[in-house]
């Protein structure tokens, strides 16, 4: 059994070829629960009228990508679950393919990472990788589709747009935070839930058979946002998953690389967070 998870937010212009893309599959035992983060456009009306078999969860307010995927976790039946984006198409056999691939998978496999593509054709991301430094990239991030691409292998970690997570994994995974730390609203969470997967032994694979089409960005978040989460995400995710004293050893080579981040960010929100909940 296979639970999928979509979180929506102002996301009717996506989420229909999201879900037919989900439906026209030819796979039939899933599950597909999406949750709405306060959207004001005609999203929850969409679904309800015409996906009246989406266990749909609407909240009130926008509480933000990570919370929300939690909150489809937390009543999914599936012994592996997908989060997908609202602006994610899959290929046709997309579900089956990965599944098959799953089922042949040792237990030591938590995370499975489809070949993510962009509307154009180039990569969107194979997996992530992280640096020395604990920058964490897309692996093949906007470069052309090619053979090297096309050879299954284990990477670090997943991106959540389009990933396939064993549930059991989850759950070993999960802490007062969630399974994803709902405290970073979002950005750099599959990043974390891969390292904290990483620090248990477990592995992620990449299967490139599998491929889907990711628009990016669908909640047309500020950059001037995103950069402050980025920054405040990763600091986020290296204390709360680097050895304290590698922290220390690093500290010097972190500042040079994030000053110049974060006086940006003083100065564009002149000293004061970002209210999350208006994103």
Same mark, same amino acid.
């Given at each position: 059994?296979?639970?999928?998870?979509?979180?929506?937010?102002? %996301?009717?212009?996506?989420?229909?070829? @999201?879900?037919?893309? &989900?439906?026209?599959?030819?796979?039939?035992? !899933?599950?597909?629960?999406?949750?709405?983060?306060?959207?004001?456009? #005609?999203?929850?009306?969409?679904?309800?009228?015409?996906?009246?078999? &989406?266990?749909?969860?609407?909240?009130?307010?926008?509480?933000?990508? @990570?919370?929300?995927?939690?909150?489809?976790?937390?009543?999914?039946?599936?012994?592996?679950?997908?989060?997908?984006?609202?602006?994610?198409?899959?290929?046709?056999? !997309?579900?089956?393919?990965?599944?098959?691939? #799953?089922?042949?998978?040792?237990?030591?496999? #938590?995370?499975?990472?489809?070949?993510?593509?962009?509307?154009?054709?180039?990569? !969107?991301?194979?997996?992530?990788?992280?640096?020395?430094?604990?920058?964490?990239?897309?692996?093949?991030?906007?470069?052309?589709?090619?053979?090297?691409?096309?050879? =299954?292998?284990?990477?670090?970690?997943?991106? @959540?747009?389009?990933?396939?997570?064993?549930?059991? =994994?989850?759950?070993?995974?999960?802490?007062? $935070?969630? $399974?994803?730390?709902?405290?970073?609203? !979002?950005?750099?969470?599959?990043?974390?839930?891969?390292?904290?997967?990483?620090?248990?032994?477990?592995?992620?694979?990449?299967?490139?058979?599998?491929?889907? $089409?990711?628009?990016?960005n669908s909640s047309s978040?500020?950059? %001037?946002?995103?950069?402050?989460?980025?920054?405040?995400?990763?600091v986020l995710t290296i204390?709360?998953?680097?050895?304290?004293?590698?922290?220390?050893?690093? =500290?010097?080579?972190?500042? &040079?690389?994030?000053?110049?981040?974060?006086?940006?960010?003083?100065?564009?929100?002149?000293?004061?967070?970002?209210?999350?909940?208006?994103?």
């Amino acid at each position: 059994m296979l639970s999928i998870i979509i979180v929506t937010f102002n %996301s009717a212009r996506f989420i229909k070829t @999201c879900l037919e893309s &989900v439906f026209n599959q030819g796979y039939k035992e !899933f599950e597909t629960i999406v949750i709405d983060n306060g959207s004001a456009d #005609a999203t929850v009306d969409f679904i309800k009228n015409n996906y009246p078999q &989406v266990r749909l969860i609407i909240n009130k307010n926008n509480l933000g990508p @990570c919370r929300a995927r939690n909150q489809g976790i937390g009543i999914a039946s599936g012994e592996w679950i997908l989060t997908l984006d609202c602006d994610v198409v899959l290929e046709n056999g !997309f579900i089956s393919q990965i599944m098959e691939f #799953a089922k042949d998978q040792k237990d030591s496999t #938590a995370i499975i990472q489809p070949k993510i593509l962009t509307k154009d054709g180039k990569i !969107f991301s194979c997996g992530i990788r992280p640096t020395w430094l604990w920058r964490f990239f897309d692996i093949g991030r906007n470069l052309d589709d090619s053979d090297k691409f096309n050879k =299954s292998s284990f990477v670090f970690g997943a991106c @959540c747009a389009a990933a396939l997570y064993r549930h059991k =994994s989850l759950e070993g995974l999960k802490d007062k $935070y969630g $399974y994803f730390d709902q405290r970073f609203f !979002f950005l750099f969470e599959d990043a974390d839930l891969s390292w904290r997967s990483w620090k248990k032994g477990w592995d992620c694979r990449y299967f490139p058979q599998a491929n889907c $089409y990711h628009q990016g960005n669908s909640s047309s978040t500020d950059n %001037s946002i995103r950069r402050f989460l980025s920054l405040r995400n990763r600091v986020l995710t290296i204390l709360k998953n680097q050895n304290p004293a590698l922290i220390l050893l690093f =500290s010097p080579f972190y500042l &040079v690389y994030d000053i110049p981040r974060f006086i940006f960010i003083l100065i564009k929100f002149k000293g004061r967070f970002p209210k999350l909940n208006k994103i």
